[in-house]
C-alpha cells in the first residue's frame, strides 16, 4: 500500500518521497561531492535522529580501528609477498628482479575449479581463448598460485579478488587473496580497503600470527570478536544500539588495538586508541556532525560511497514503496 503524506512546498520536499533504489542512486552520483546536496539534508536532520548517535560512534570507531591497523597489515602484508616472491626466485635461481605480467589468473586455475567456476564446456570465469588454464611462461605465476595458497590458513585463496599479472610487483594484490570472495576485485590499496577485508587478511594469512600475541587458530580471539562485533553493526536492521553494547563495542576493538606482541607500541595504533577513547566519550556532537565528518574523509580520500552508509541510509530515512 502506497504511503500517504500530505503535500509540501516544492522547495521543501524531503528527501523521503524517493524510493530505496532511487535514492541509493543518487547517493552514487553526488559522493564526489560529499558537500552537496546531501549534506543538506543530513545537516537538516533529515536522515538522523538523536538516537542514532551510539550506531554512528560504532560505524565512526570501525573505520578509525582499521586505520590503527595501517602499519601492521602494511608491514605483514609485503613481507608474505617478499617471502613468495623470494622464495620463488631462488628456488628457480632466476635473476634478481625478474618477473612476469603476461598471466591472467584464470590461466592458472583449472576449469573447473571447485567454488569458482563450472563445468569446462560452459565456463563464464574462462570464458575466452586468452583466459584457458595454461603454464605461466617463465614459470613465476604458477609458483606464486601455489605459495599463496600455503599462506592462507584455511587453504582456500579469494582468486577471483586478484590479479595474477600483479603478482610479482603489487603485494596487494596479493594480500586480497586472503580476504573475503566478493567485494574486493577492484580496491588497489590499503586505503581502499574497507574494515572487513582488513580483519579478514588478518585472520586468514598466516603471515600475521608474527605480529599478534595470541594464537590465531584458538577461538575466540580478539581478531574473530573484533571482526564479529563489527559484522554484527553492519548488519544491524534497525542501528539501534544500547549504551551498553556500545561500551562492548569499544572495549573489544581497544582490546585488539593494545595487543602486546606489536600494536601496543606502534603509533598508527597507539593513535587510533587515542581517538576510540575521545569518540566513546563524546557527547556534544550532533548526529549529523558525525555524518559529516564521515563525508569528508570520503572526499579526502576520494573513495566511492560505502555500503555501509547506504545501510544507515536505509535504516534511517522512511522510504515510499516502489509498487
Avoid at 44 to 50: A, C, I, S, Y
Avoid at 115 to 129: E, I, P, T, V
Amino acid at each position: 500500500m502506497l504511503q500517504v503524506k500530505a503535500r509540501m512546498p516544492k522547495a521543501k520536499r524531503p528527501l523521503t518521497h524517493l524510493t530505496f533504489d532511487k535514492f541509493s542512486n543518487l547517493l552514487e552520483r553526488i559522493v564526489a561531492d560529499p558537500f552537496s546536496k546531501l549534506e543538506g539534508y543530513i545537516v537538516n536532520g533529515n536522515l538522523v535522529e538523536t538516537k542514532d548517535i551510539n550506531w554512528l560512534k560504532c560505524f565512526l570507531a570501525t573505520r578509525t580501528t582499521k586505520n590503527g591497523l595501517r602499519s601492521l597489515v602494511e608491514g605483514d602484508s609485503f613481507r608474505v609477498h617478499q617471502k613468495i616472491y623470494s622464495s620463488i626466485t631462488n628456488a628457480r635461481k632466476l635473476s634478481p628482479g625478474t618477473s612476469c605480467n603476461l598471466c591472467l589468473t584464470e590461466n592458472l586455475l583449472y576449469c573447473p575449479t571447485k567454488g569458482l567456476c563450472s563445468h569446462f564446456r560452459n565456463c563464464k570465469y574462462h570464458n575466452s581463448a586468452q583466459k584457458q588454464f595454461r603454464p605461466c611462461p617463465s614459470q613465476i605465476c604458477d609458483a606464486f598460485w601455489k605459495e599463496i595458497g600455503f599462506f592462507h590458513r584455511y587453504g582456500k585463496p579469494s582468486w577471483k579478488n586478484t590479479k595474477a599479472d600483479q603478482w610479482c610487483t603489487n603485494h596487494w594484490q596479493v594480500a586480497k587473496c586472503f580476504m573475503p570472495l566478493d567485494g574486493y576485485q577492484d580496491v588497489s590499496s590499503f586505503d581502499d580497503t574497507d574494515f572487513n577485508g582488513i580483519i579478514n587478511f588478518m585472520i586468514n594469512c598466516t603471515e600475521s600470527q608474527r605480529s599478534l600475541s595470541f594464537n590465531i587458530a584458538n577461538q575466540p580471539n580478539a581478531l574473530l570478536e573484533a571482526r564479529n562485533i563489527v559484522r554484527s553493526i553492519r548488519h544491524s536492521p534497525d542501528l539501534m544500539v544500547t549504551d551498553d553494547y556500545l561500551a562492548s563495542f569499544f572495549s573489544t576493538l581497544n582490546l585488539l588495538l593494545t595487543d602486546s606482541k606489536y600494536l601496543a607500541s606502534d603509533s598508527s595504533a597507539k593513535e587510533a586508541v587515542i581517538k576510540l577513547n575521545q569518540l566513546e566519550k563524546d557527547a556534544n556532537r550532533t548526529p549529523a556532525e558525525y555524518v559529516r565528518e564521515y563525508l569528508q574523509e570520503v572526499r579526502e580520500t576520494k573513495k566511492v560511497i560505502t555500503l555501509e552508509l547506504l545501510q544507515f541510509c536505509k535504516a534511517t530515512v522512511k522510504f515510499h514503496s516502489s509498487h
